[in-house]
Every structure is written in C-alpha cells, then in structure tokens.
C-alpha cells in the first residue's frame, strides 16, 4: 500500500481556486521533491496536507496508509504520522524550546495510551540529538523561535522531526533563508532521518537543496498542477533553463 | 484572521465542571441576617474582644454607613442588600481545638476532599496550615516549630486577645478604617483571618499558608490578615482560596496589611480559585479585596503574586507604599477571565523614599464574554530621588466577544525619577495555534501552553507549590466541556 | 427633532439646557482627574459683545495662506482673506447638517460642546467640495480679547470625498477665556493636515475641544503645540468610521512658571482596518504641570487595527508634575495594540557628554530637550506647518544659569 496518496485533489481559499487536480503516489523510503514559481500552489499544497484551517478541499482525497484525512483535524493527522517543517516557524513568546518539545511527544504518547515521557531520559534524549544537529544546549531554554536566526529555526524544525518520528514528513521551503554551512549541517539533518520507513516531500523553488537532499521523483507544479515528473535529472534541468519552457510546454500539451 | 469557532469553544468555560463544587453539611451557628451594631455586638462577644477592639469596629461601622457605594470602574454590579447576608456563622463544634485530634471529623474530611491533609506533615512538605472555615479558624498546625524561632502564626481573633499590643500598633495603619467602603465593612465585621509576626533577624523556616473556603449560604467572607516582619526578616505567604458552587452571589470582602521594617521581606502569593459563576455570570462571587504593604524600613521589600482564575467580579489592587531608602515594591500578576466573568485589578506603587524601585508586570487574559480591566497607579513623589519604576502589561484575547483594557495612571512630581511604562494587546494568532497542532497536540493543549508561556515571566515568581497548581488552573480555567 | 426644525437657537437652547444639567465638571470626575477647573467656575469669564478696532497680526505660514481672523472670538469677515477655491464658507446656522453633527456631540456629556454653543460668539462652517485639492493652507488666527472676555467660536468644516484640505490654527490671544470648539469630517478617501497652535497669553485659560471623524481610507495628520495659557486643555476626539483610514495624531507640550498643560485624546476605531499613531512630548519646568490623557478604543469587528501609542515626559525642575493616562479598551482580539509612556529627566551622561566636547551646559540642554522633541517633530507632514511650528520650541527655552 502507498504511504501518502494524492488524488485528484482540488482546494481554495476563500474565492480562490488554488490546487486544480494534484495527482501524486509517495511510497515508504521515497523522497519526492515538488519545485515551482511562486504561486504555483507549492505552500497551499502543504498546508492542505497538514490540514491546516481556512483552506477548503473541493474535490478529491488524501490518503495515508489507506485512510482518508479529510476529516481529520491538524493534530489528528500528526499524530497519525504527519509532520511538516514549516517554511516560516513561528514564534511562541514564553514558551521554552524543551517544553514544547516535550508537549508534543507527550500528546503522542498519550494517545497510543502510553504514559509520558520520563523528564531526565528526555532531556538526554533531546540533548543527543541537538548535538547532532550543532543546536546548543542555550537555546533549548529560550522561548520557541523568538529571537533565533533562520538557520536556528529550521534546524529546530528538524530536531522535531528527530524527535517525532513521522512516518511523512513535509518539509516546505526548507532552504529559504539558509547560508551554505546551515544548508549542509539542515540537509544532512534531514538525510540521517531517510530511511526505509519514512516518506518525505521536499518543496523548494531552487535545484540547491536538491544536491544535497537527494530526490528519487522530481514534480514540477505550476498554477496549482503537476506538469512534469521526472527523476533528479529534471531539477537540473530547470535550474538550466528556468520554468517557463516547461510551463508552456505544458499549456500546449 | 480571528479565531475559529472551534479555538473560541476550545476555551469556553466548564461551567458544570467546577472541581471544587461541593458543600459540608455541618450545623452552624449564625448570627441574625443583616448588618447593624448588634451583630457587631455579636459577632465581638463571640470572638471574645476586649473592649477596644468593639470600639474600633464600632467607629468603622458608622464610617461605612456614611460612604457612597464606590462605581468608577468598569464593572457591571447588582447592587448587594448588606441586610440580605450573614456576617456572622462558625461551625458549632469548634471553640479553638487544641489538637486536630478535637477537630470535627466531618471538617477534616473537608479539608481533604480540599486536598488539604492537615495530618499529614510530608504531603505538606512543611507547609503550616491555618486553615479557616466560614469565619473560625478551626485548626492551626506547627504551631511548636515556629514559636521556637518566636515566629508569631495564629488566627486573627486569638492575636487580639494574645498579642493586643502588636495588634493595636499596626492594624488599621497600613489600610486605614476610611480607606475604602469595602475596607470600612470589613473593619466592621472581620471575622478571622491570619496574624503573623517575624521577629527581628528571623526567616521563617516553612511558607505559611491560608485557605478560604466560605460555605454557608449568603455568608459573607470578611477575613482581616496582618504580617508584620521586623528587621532583616524574611517570610513567604501562600494564599489560596476555593469556594463551593452557589446560587446567590457571596461576598468577600477582606483586608491584607503588611508591614515590613528595615531590610526586611515579604513575599505574599495568592492563588485565587472562587466560584466565577454560571456563563450568563449569575451566582458567582464577588472578591473585593483591599491589599496594602508598607515598606516602611530602608532596603524592606514586598512582593505581591498572584493567578486569579475565579470570581464573578473582581476588584483588587494589591499595592505598595515605599516609604524607606531603597525599598522595593513588586506586584506580579496573571488574570483570567472567562464566561461572563468581569475583573478590574492591578495595583499602586507609591514611591515616596529616596532610591525606591517597583515592578509591574501583569499578564490579563480574556476569553469568552469577559472584561479585564488593568489599572495600576504609578506615584513618584517629592522625596523619590532617583526611584525607578518598570511596567509591563499584556493583555492575551482568546475570541472576539471579551474585552481586554488597560488603565494606567502615572505621576511624576520627581525628575530625577524614572518611570517606564508599556502595554500590548494580542491574541493567541491562527499561526501559534497551527504550529502547535501540527506537532501533534490538542487544541486545549496547545492553548494551555500557548497562554503558560504569555504568563512566564509572573509564573517563575510563584513559589514551587502554587507554580504546579497555578498553571494547571490556568489550563482548566480557559477549557471546553470537559469528557 | 425632525432635521426640518434644527437651527441655530434650537441648538442653542438645548446646549444651553445640557450645560445647566451638567455645569462645570467636578474635580474628582474621572475625565477632568487631573486638571481643576474651580477657579474657572467661579470666575466665569463672558462672552464679548462688540470687537473692532485693529488688531496685531503675528506672522503666519510663508506663502501663500487664507486667514480667516477671529477677535475675542467674534468673526472678523473683513480682516479675512478671500477664499481658495473650491472652498465655501456660511454662517453656521445656515448649514443644516453641521447643526446637527455639533447637536449630536452636545448630547454626550461633554463641556467644550455645551458651553461653546450656549455662548457662541461666532459660528461659521466651512465646505470643501468634492476631489478638490485645496491650493492654499487655511488659517484660522485667534487674536485680541481681554481678561474679562470668553471667546466662543465654533467652526463646523467639511472635507468633501477625494478633497485635500490644510488648516492650521493660531491662538495668540489675551481672552480670559477660549473655548474654541471645532468639528471636522473627513470624507472618503480625502486627506486633512492639521496644525494647532496655542500661544495664549500667561492669564488665559485655553479649552479647546476638536472633533474628527474620518471615512474610509481618510487621511488626517494632526500635531498640535501647547506653550501660552495660564491652564489649557486641548481636547481631540477621533472616530475612525470607515475602513482602510489613517490617523498620524501627535502634540506637544512645553511647560513654565505655573502652567498647566492637559492634552487628552480619545481615539475610537469603529471599524476594521484603521491605523493609528499618536506620539506625545512633554518638558516641563520651573512649576508646571503637565497631563496626558490618551484612550485608544477598538469596538468588537475592528479587526485588523493597529493603534500605537507613545508618551514622553521630561521633567526639568524639582517642582515641575506630569502625570500620565494612557488607556485601552480593547474589545476585538485581531489587533495590535500598544502603548507606552515614560517620565523622566535629561540624562547626565549624555550633557556631560556634550559639555566634554566644549558646548557650554545651556546648548546642551537645549540640544538633548531638541533631540526629545524631535521625533514628534517629524510627524508633521505639511513643510509649510512643519516650518511654521520649529521657531516656537527652539525660542522656548530659557537658559539655565549653573
């Protein structure tokens, strides 16, 4: 069975049409990375895969290991397996970076009806993992994104994946805001997490990322479609020769 | 983009929840409904006063019956019958225990379901109790191990008798008889409350505590609290209070004074959990409270702390009057309101000593159809040379039917004095509440944590105890139906 | 009352019965908290009868301006200017809807309404027609008057859709009494620049009372300046009424001997999507007495409103006082709202600084009490007002001798 299927799926917001048919099949251990100009529909895409309110599915499915999501709230879909590194994290005043970890691990837990997390074995836990990902011990005490720098808040993006485990993860615009050494130390964050198991999406506007977060699929979306699927062959390509060939390429097609 | 249905129904009251609702079925003796010199009469006669103290009660009374009823802030309030209410109702079988092996069993029952085990010293953790039932202090413990360092800790009414000298001294100097109508009423008719004295050089070796509870029907709650601490004393105070569902409004009406001398501290917290009514506000309690330190030694400090989550209607203004050299007044507060619930509570810092230095921080939280109401006085003096203050208040809206408002009154008769004062106004944003369920957590989750941290910086200054329960009641206080 | 029979002495009257409801305001009443107005009630200066005669007229806006002139209150048509075009002026009680808009804010409780229309001394209403740009600033100079006197204008103006009006106003007079009431409506999409300028004499009492109300994507820039008076009271109240407007509202006020200075603003956003700004300073020295009363409203569906706020006092003496109310009442929750407010003195290490570097102690506080003004400064958008207001704050101080 297919971990995540798209099918003929068709959103808005408010009057605006903005996904017009996405048909895509994302298999355990695959990476598909999705690449396209701005107002394809590449952010929407993700957010109405992680469910997130004020976006309104017209038509089609979302499937993940075979149940549809279209009635699940954002937390019931994350805790069924889904998570998404946002491409803006957002700030939360107050709130320390180790308690909110813990909060979400927590409600996972919980609902598989186990009990919590005991508090030393996850700080080394979490502790372990930052390590990797060179996120000093400091800024787990500060508040959630306040204050932190871009390559601070994807690389906290990605602790939270280490941590959660999902079984699909998005990652939108992972790059955008990254100098070349947080690109690496992000990237290679992502790639110890690829595995057998675990499906990913990666979204990004430029081929970059895609050197380093190795893609199996390439799908390049344009005005809320998939007009071309390749292999990683293809995001040279467009890094060569731009868009908008391959847009009206597909206009006349 | 304001806040969903499902955000908005996510913190709406649990009226029908309220975990404290529950009433002890023990007879009680009351004095005649009403208010007038023969239940003060009565209610001195029961407590024993020497002649005195009837005097003094008396000269408020007929103080209170010449002020008007106080209307300027922005509450809504029926108008109470002061005829229609109890002053006066102590449980028959208490007339001061000597162990808690003379206490009611059916009171200590109470006091567990409270989740106050008075006989049981390590849940306790050191903490002593002095527990007040509907006006009588029905048991005091550790009462040994403080009086050892010559720390002072006992009921109100027992200090009169015991210790008329200190009392006479310092009650009614810090919130005098006129202050206020509600401080009036309560010099009149105070029942009980706490007394406690810190001997010079002395820091307490446990945090002493109080809980409320007012249970009979139309009783009113007037509780009279006076700490004293002498020269470079230390003591931390916990107040937490819990109320039984009600019908009829109840009044509380009490009065705090403290005092500290030179180089001296107090450090007084409050965890306020009263009965805040049904969501169209009916049957709620009505917390008007009268608070006031007085810094009068040099370098003395008070800290006022405190997580309102209950009441109908509140109307509070713990503050500080910072009359030693570099003395330090600080007022740390979060503020829930919810349902039908109306607040209007800050504090006042009155520098008036040279280098004297306050902190205001307060977190108001408004949800459902409530009003919040900050309003704080900032006052520098001619003598404040070089004083410093530092405001901060925020206001978080959860929905868009409550009302968030911010008062503050700030005057400067010092140049050299400085005063720095901010406000802000948000609300938990679409964006915050997103990220959080995308991680995995509920709603309810994710706003409790969203609103702890907007409320961190009061939270830290809670002592352990009270910082556990404290948020939780945060959490509980802003939840949807529970189940 | 039908609008076939509003006029002018229906007006009268009935702001004459709401005066007598009313009186003077008490001096615990919360709005007047700050600022005593006893000696004013019982000294009670009156309306002046008959002006004329000639008058000083201070210097106004370089250029080209229209001056409409005022003695001891009454309306001197023929010291006036003619007016730019597109723009229309009548006797207020021809206009039937300026009646009724200056009824309306008379049935709040409220002084300056009340008084100012029982007593008017002269009431005229200004009309600028639709999409007009307005070529030249009009200038409304306030002169003449005697201790004795009251002066009791009230202008109505109407600032058509898509129009562009600048006015300014000048208050240089010897009144015993001002109570200049002004009402302004800003139609859609138009834009307003405001200047107002109180230069009483040391005996006179100043209160002035300015009501706006914007309509949708309106633009009104307003600074005002208090210096002269014995007490003053410059009162602005603004009602954002329609969407997308924008309100730059800023003042300052600079106090000697034993003034006093009460600025107090209330700001309503009753609708969505309006922006707000207000930046207030204050120096005080010597005696005086400085009050800021700043509301900002946003009434439950304003979302969207951004309404910033921030109060600065600088206090120059051991007597001088400034007190301080900034307030909020919030009832929508997709809002940013904020305020501040600060008191304080000059800082030591920044004239130490200056006086290390060779300026002697009197410029270095006029160049730190300068640099605090500045930001407000910087508010004013029209040059020419922006021009005309810099000689008064750089003549202000007095210079400090050790």
């Known amino acids: 069975m297919a971990l995540l299927e798209i099918k003929n799926l068709h959103a808005r917001i408010g009057d605006t049409d903005i996904l017009h048919g996405i048909n895509l099949t994302i298999n355990r251990g695959e990476v598909h990375a999705i690449m396209g100009p701005n107002g394809s529909g590449k952010s929407t895409l993700s957010y109405v895969l992680s469910g997130r309110n004020g976006y309104e599915i017209t038509e089609g499915d979302i499937l993940l290991d075979g149940e549809s999501l279209l009635e699940m709230e954002a937390d019931e879909r994350a805790r069924a397996g889904m998570f998404l590194a946002f491409q803006y994290p957002v700030e939360l005043p107050g709130v320390g970076g180790m308690a909110f970890l813990r909060a979400a691990v927590n409600a996972r837990l919980r609902e598989q009806g186990e009990d919590e997390v005991d508090q030393l074995g996850f700080v080394k836990l979490v502790r372990a993992k930052a390590t990797e990902l060179g996120i000093k011990d400091d800024m787990l005490k500060r508040a959630v994104n306040v204050g932190f720098s871009g390559g601070e808040k994807k690389r906290y993006e990605i602790l939270q994946m280490a941590l959660l485990n999902p079984s699909i993860a998005i990652l939108d615009e992972t790059d955008s805001g990254l100098d070349v050494d947080a690109l690496k130390i992000v990237s290679e964050g992502v790639n110890s997490q690829r595995g057998p198991e675990i499906g990913m999406v990666v979204i990004t506007h430029y081929q970059r990322l895609l050197s380093h977060i190795v893609p199996d699929f390439v799908h390049i979306l344009s005005a809320g479609k998939i007009i071309k699927t390749g292999d990683k062959s293809l995001a040279l390509d467009v890094e060569e020769n731009g868009y908008t060939d391959l847009m009206e390429n597909a206009n006349v097609a | 983009m304001v806040a969903t249905t499902e955000t908005i129904a996510a913190v709406e009251d649990a009226t029908g929840s309220y975990k404290y609702g529950f009433v002890t079925d023990i007879e009680t003796e009351k004095a005649p409904k009403g208010l007038n010199e023969d239940v003060i009469r009565f209610i001195s006669a029961k407590k024993d006063e020497p002649e005195w103290m009837l005097e003094w009660r008396l000269k408020a009374y007929s103080y209170w019956q010449k002020m008007p009823t106080p209307n300027w802030a922005k509450l809504n309030i029926a108008p109470i019958d002061y005829q229609d209410i109890y002053f006066y109702a102590a449980p028959k079988s208490a007339e001061g225990p000597k162990s808690l092996d003379e206490v009611d069993p059916e009171l200590l029952r109470t006091y567990e379901k409270l989740g106050i085990p008075l006989n049981e010293q390590k849940m306790l953790a050191g903490v002593a109790v002095d527990a007040v039932f509907d006006s009588v202090s029905v048991a005091t413990t550790f009462r040994e191990e403080l009086s050892k360092v010559g720390v002072i800790f006992c009921p109100i009414s027992e200090a009169i008798r015991e210790y008329p000298d200190l009392v006479r001294r310092y009650m009614g100097s810090v919130v005098p008889v006129s202050d206020n109508y509600f401080s009036a009423l309560n010099c009149a008719v105070f029942t009980d409350g706490s007394f406690v004295y810190i001997p010079k050089g002395v820091r307490c070796p446990m945090e002493l505590s109080t809980y409320f509870r007012i249970n009979e029907q139309n009783t009113g709650q007037f509780e009279r609290t006076l700490i004293i601490a002498e020269d470079s004393s230390y003591v931390s105070y916990l107040e937490g209070c819990t109320a039984p569902q009600r019908d009829e409004n109840q009044l509380h009406a009490a009065v705090v004074e403290l005092v500290t001398m030179d180089d001296a501290e107090i450090k007084y917290s409050t965890v306020q959990n009263w009965y805040p009514g049904d969501e169209t506000g009916k049957g709620g309690i009505y917390n008007f409270v009268t608070k006031r330190g007085a810094c009068r030694g040099d370098r003395s400090k008070i800290s006022w702390t405190q997580v309102e989550t209950g009441s109908a209607i509140t109307w509070k203004y713990p503050s500080c009057v910072l009359s030693g050299k570099d003395s330090v007044g600080e007022f740390y507060s979060v503020a829930v ?132 329960e404290a948020q939780k009641l945060i959490g509980i206080s802003l939840e949807g139906s529970v189940g | 009352m039908s609008p076939d029979t509003i006029t002018l002495s229906s007006v009268q009257n009935r702001a004459q019965e709401r005066f007598a409801e009313t009186g003077w305001p008490a001096k615990k009443s919360e709005a007047w908290k700050y600022t005593s107005l006893d000696a004013l009630a019982s000294a009670s200066p009156q309306p002046a009868n008959d002006i004329s005669g000639a008058v000083a007229m201070p210097a106004g806006i370089a250029g080209e301006q229209c001056r409409l002139v005022f003695q001891g209150g009454l309306f001197r048509d023929d010291l006036s200017d003619a007016l730019p075009a597109g723009v229309q002026l009548v006797m207020l009680g021809e206009d039937e809807r300026a009646l009724a808009a200056i009824d309306e804010i008379g049935a709040s409780d409220n002084l300056v309404p009340r008084l100012t229309v029982a007593k008017m001394t002269a009431g005229i209403s200004l009309r600028v027609a639709q999409g ?50 002004i009402v302004v409506r800003v139609g859609a999409g138009a834009t307003l620049d405001h200047i107002k300028l109180q230069l009483e004499s040391a005996t006179t009492q100043h209160l002035g009372l300015t009501c706006l109300s914007l309509g949708e994507r309106a633009d009104v820039n307003s600074m005002s300046l208090s210096l002269g008076g014995a007490l003053s009271r410059l009162e602005t109240h603004v009602r954002l009424d329609g969407e997308y407007g924008e309100l730059g509202l800023s003042s300052i006020y600079l106090g000697k001997n034993n003034q006093h200075h009460d600025m107090t603003t209330r700001v309503a956003h009753e609708v969505a999507n309006c922006n707000s700004r207000q930046i207030i300073r204050g120096v005080l020295d010597d005696k005086a007495r400085g009050v800021f009363q700043g509301q900002v409203r946003v009434a439950p569906h304003a979302q969207k409103t951004d309404g910033q706020q921030m109060s600065r006092a600088l206090l120059l003496s051991r007597d001088a006082e400034a007190d301080a109310k900034p307030e909020l009442e919030i009832f929508a929750d997709d809002v940013v709202c904020s305020h501040g407010a600060t008191v304080g003195e000059l800082d030591e290490t920044h004239l130490f600084y200056l006086r290390s570097r060779g300026i002697d102690e009197a410029e270095a506080r006029a160049m730190l009490i300068d640099a605090f003004l500045i930001e407000a400064v910087a508010e004013i958008r029209h040059q020419g007002f922006a021009d005309l207001f810099s000689p008064f704050l750089s003549g202000w101080q007095v210079p400090r001798k050790g």
Do not use: W
Request: charged residues 20%.
């Open chain 2, 337 to 468: 309101t919810n349902g039908a619930q109306q607040a209007d509570t800050g504090t006042k810092m009155i520098h008036l000593g040279q280098g004297s230095r306050s902190t205001i921080i307060s977190k108001g939280i408004s949800a459902g159809k409530s009003q919040n109401t900050y309003r704080g006085l900032v006052e520098m003096n001619k003598g404040a040379e070089g004083a410093r203050n530092f405001t901060q208040c925020d206001s978080l809206l959860v929905g868009d039917q409550c009302g968030a408002h911010t008062v503050p009154y700030i005057v400067s008769r010092n140049p050299s004095a400085k005063i720095e004062h901010e406000a802000t106004t948000s609300r938990i944003s679409e964006d915050q509440l997103f990220y959080c369920l995308q991680r995995g957590m509920t709603e309810e989750d994710a706003v409790s944590l969203i609103v702890n941290g907007f409320c961190k910086e009061v939270m830290k200054e809670l002592p352990m105890e009270f910082a556990v």
């Open chain 3, 132 to 181: 007009i740009v307005v070529d030249r600033p009009i200038m409304l100079q306030f002169v003449g008057g005697a201790p004795a006197t009251a002066s009791h204008p009230v202008i109505y103006i109407d600032v058509g859709d898509a129009a562009h009006l600048a006015y300014a106003e000048h208050h240089e007079t010897d009144n015993g009494l001002s109570a200049p009431f």
